[in-house]
């Protein structure tokens, strides 16, 4: 989830990042308000140890909008008095990709296609897609209201502007009073409420608004204002319901303090890890070569980054990967709760969320940092976001092969280190911290990794409750959580990161096989086994046969990506195997709201048909959705995907049940998939590692 320090601190005015109070908070807004783009600029021209990849020049199709290009789209968008006007909402400015054939067809150091800027705005509350070609002196080329039922994320101002509102609300500051909170102490931050379908709610953008006590704690999440709701709206800046529920004190601030200047040691300190001074890889541009990978990475307003046209080897793998959609449910249903469940993608953007990455210990030393120049409302000017991403080299201590044995001819001792390249971002949002790793290997595997960390979102309704062996099973029942400090509770609550991999193995044109492992019984005068197991491939035809809920104990399966006219020497079929893990279900009913709207976790695995527009698995308009655009209803097309254009889709998730650990601060949580070479290389393609001497 969102709030506006997010705006706040990725501009790095440091003389006005800090105090959450109300009055700082305005100070600082008009902090970033008065610094224009070139300050910006100044900013990142600090000299840094870091070696840092910033390239304004488009060498590549895919190569993210310029500083230039996006001031192009801000002065043709002025032009056409978009900017600003009654009820006209910029909520962000992206690179619209050009299709897959033209960058398919593009040659390196030959012009590339038409550049265009893909901008969403609401106008009047209706969603707009507006794409202007920014080549020349620019020019809208489409503007069309966007179909279904949901908005774009939350704009700037809204966040920022709704935050402010119950600072004057007189309900509001009777609330606190009855908490005997002072509202300098008070930081509110806005969310985005999902949907209900509550006719008062209908056809409005909305905005729900969380506050917390700052009082004594850096760590706000800690003390929040259990019980208020309050829901605006966020065109009319309006609040519209608000409800107080609980006049419940606040829980301590003690203990909850996880910065480092206030531990009082002693500490656990570890000598300095060893640098891989020279990494082996290469950037042009945005296209990094390492150990036979090749492939092209970009920050993202919405999934933070794209990687795309991965090949190993000169031979194509993936054409794009990215994150689609983030959904974390919370599992209570009390009035103030029952809404919190964020899209943390769709709803908040992640690029737009992000902070700057820490050298030394977001990313290892010798990371290269790759900053991000992004646009957002409320005039698309464009900013830049030091260090979103990091690319480095790692050396984990782990074995790429080994083999050792005492032979009568000479003893054998050979073991390969395990050598790979990360490519890092981080999203920050509110309270969680989301880290995503894309990993390549020298054997041809990716394996994606995502770790949430952060803060938990809590639940302060227990104010009675300092032991659990003082309360009875319905009072623990009714917490929705674990006890995880006095009077504070970690509220249940799932994760799911939906990735979209556009596999194109060997080339675009793949179908996606189930690999079934089949038990077989043998008879007693065949064999002195009884059973074996065998494997019975199914190639899927349609959308239908692809769609898969794990399940390796009861239906045991791999699961491959195959070229369909490609075969190794030995006649194998060349495939990438998707390696599932992190597989957790999402126990919300169908008919469930939430569950509507996010009906693409029901299966961990979804196989698409390519379609330029079906990129975000909860639907292009994912705040407020009502589920009637998103991945279950493209799959339901049922289209042919039998040795055509496909797109892999993967849910990764893990069911959250809160535990002490996670106080002040979790640790990260971590799960990850893969995928992996499966005939697609003739032997071992690490044969050629040299060894450590
Ligand atoms: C944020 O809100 C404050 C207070 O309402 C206002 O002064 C400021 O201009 C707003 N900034 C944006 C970007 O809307
Ligand atoms: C929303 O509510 C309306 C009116 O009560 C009802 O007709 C409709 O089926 C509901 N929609 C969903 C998806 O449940
Ligand atoms: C609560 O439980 C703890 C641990 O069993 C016990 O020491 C304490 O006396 C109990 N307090 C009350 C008010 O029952
Ligand atoms: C491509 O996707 C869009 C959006 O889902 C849809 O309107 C269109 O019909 C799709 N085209 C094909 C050929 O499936
Ligand atoms: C891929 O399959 C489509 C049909 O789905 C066909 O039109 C196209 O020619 C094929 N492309 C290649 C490169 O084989
Ligand atoms: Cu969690």
């Known amino acids: 989830m969102a709030h506006q320090w997010t705006l706040i601190l990725k501009s790095i005015p440091a003389g006005c ?15 970033i308000r008065s610094q224009s783009w070139h300050d910006s600029q100044d900013v990142l021209g600090k000299p840094r140890n870091e070696r840092r990849l910033w390239s304004e020049e488009v060498k590549h199709p895919l190569d993210p909008l310029t500083s230039a290009e996006y001031m192009n789209v801000q002065s043709v968008l002025r032009e056409a008095s978009l900017l600003g006007g009654y009820r006209q909402v910029l909520i962000s400015v992206d690179l619209d990709d050009p299709l897959k054939d033209e960058v398919l ?24 897609k507006i794409i202007v070609d920014v080549s020349g002196s620019g020019r809208i080329v489409e503007n069309k209201e966007i179909p279904g039922s949901g908005y774009p994320a939350l704009s700037e101002e809204a966040e920022n502007a709704t935050a402010y509102l119950p600072a004057t609300y007189q309900p509001f ?15 509110c931050e806005a969310a985005s409420p999902g949907w209900f379908n509550v006719s008062a709610e209908e056809n409005r953008i909305l905005v729900y608004l969380l506050c917390y006590d700052t009082k004594g704690t850096a760590n706000v999440y800690m003390r929040p204002l259990e019980g208020v709701t309050i829901a605006v709206d966020a065109t009319e800046m309006k609040i519209i319901r608000y409800l107080d529920v609980l006049k419940a004190p606040m829980p301590t601030s003690k203990g909850t303090d996880y910065r480092f200047a206030a531990q009082k040691g002693p500490f656990l300190t570890f000598s300095k890890p060893g640098v891989i001074e020279h990494p082996s890889f290469t950037l042009d541009g945005h296209i990094v070569k390492w150990a036979g990978w090749e492939f092209h990475v970009r920050p993202n307003l919405r999934s933070q980054n794209v990687i795309s046209i991965v090949k190993k080897d000169g031979r194509s793998v993936m054409y794009q990967g990215f994150v689609s959609e983030v959904f974390v449910p919370y599992q209570s249903a009390t009035t103030d709760w029952y809404w919190r469940t964020y899209m943390d993608a769709g709803e908040y953007n992640l690029g737009f969320l992000s902070l700057p990455l820490q050298p030394l210990n977001d990313c290892p030393r010798g990371a290269t940092f790759m900053n991000a120049t992004f646009a957002a409302g409320p005039d698309g000017s464009p900013y830049v976001t030091d260090n979103l991403i990091c690319i480095f080299e790692r050396y ?42 894309w990993e390549f290997q020298t054997d041809g595997i990716i394996r994606v990794k995502v770790e949430a960390t952060g803060v938990l979102e809590i639940s302060a309704n227990a104010m009675k409750y300092v032991n659990e062996a003082n309360m009875t099973k319905a009072e623990i029942d ?44 043998i008879p007693p005068e065949k064999s002195l086994r009884k059973s074996r197991w065998g494997l019975e491939k199914y190639v899927a ?23 369909p006219s490609k075969k190794t020497r030995l006649g194998n079929q060349v495939s990438y195997r998707l390696v599932p893990s992190g597989v957790a279900p999402s126990l919300l009913d169908p008919s469930d709201y939430p569950q509507i709207r996010a009906g693409f976790t ?21 705040a407020q959705s009502h589920g009637d655009d998103g991945l279950p209803v493209w799959s339901k097309r049922n289209r042919n995907i039998e040795d055509t254009d496909i797109v892999l889709w993967y849910t990764l998730g893990f069911n959250h049940v809160p535990c002490q650990e996670d106080f002040p601060i979790m640790p990260s949580a971590t799960t990850s998939f893969e995928i992996k070479p499966h005939n697609f290389f003739e032997h071992n393609p690490t044969l050629l590692i040299q060894p450590f001497q």
């Open 396 to 437: 984990a201590g782990d074995i790429a092969w080994r083999h050792a044995e005492d032979l009568p001819v000479g003893d054998i001792r050979e073991s390969r280190p395990k050598m790979t390249l990360v490519v890092r971002t981080i999203a920050s949002n509110g309270n969680y911290d989301y880290i995503f790793d």
């Open 541 to 563: 035809k349609t959308e239908d046969e692809a769609r898969i809920q794990i399940n390796p104990i009861e239906h045991p399966a791999q699961y491959y990506v195959m070229n």
């Open 173 to 187: 500051l009777d609330s606190i009073a009855a908490r005997g909170i002072a509202i300098d102490d008070v930081y």
């Open 478 to 521: 009714k917490m929705y959580g674990t006890l995880i400090s006095e009077n504070t509770i970690g509220v249940f609550h799932d994760h799911f990161f939906s990735f979209h991999l556009d596999m194109d193995v060997d080339g675009p044109n793949n179908s996606f096989v189930e690999g079934k492992l089949v038990k077989h019984l």
């Open 602 to 622: 029901k299966n961990q695995i979804w196989v698409t048909k390519y379609n330029r527009s079906e990129k975000y698995a909860a639907a292009f308009l994912t």
């Open 17 to 31: 990042l800090i105090l959450l109070l109300f009055i700082s908070c305005i100070r600082s807004i008009s902090c």
């Open 105 to 128: 067809a593009w040659k390196p150091g030959t012009p590339v296609p038409t550049r265009h800027a893909e901008v969403v705005m609401t106008i009047d509350t209706k969603p707009r």
